[in-house]
């Protein structure tokens, strides 16, 4: 996550509809959802909590141990 720049004051994004519509529109040009989150970050100040909500993480692939002979 960025540092906190007091100069540069990003748009705050407060409500659910526009914090969809921002992560849509970032989803079309990014690669991964890293990317997504990097790119709302960097523009927007957003409620981490929301967008938790409309971006769910990942979940990893289970990784199976070998059978035992």
Do not use: C, G, K, Q
Request: net charge negative.
């Amino acid at each position: 996550m960025l540092n906190a720049d007091p100069l540069f004051t990003r748009p705050t994004l407060t409500s659910p509809h526009l914090l969809s519509s921002a992560l849509e529109r970032f989803r079309r040009s990014a690669s991964s959802p890293a990317e997504v989150w990097r790119m709302l970050t960097e523009s927007y100040t957003v409620d981490l909590d929301a967008v938790a909500v409309l971006l769910p993480s990942e979940e990893p692939e289970p990784t199976w141990l070998p059978a035992r002979d």
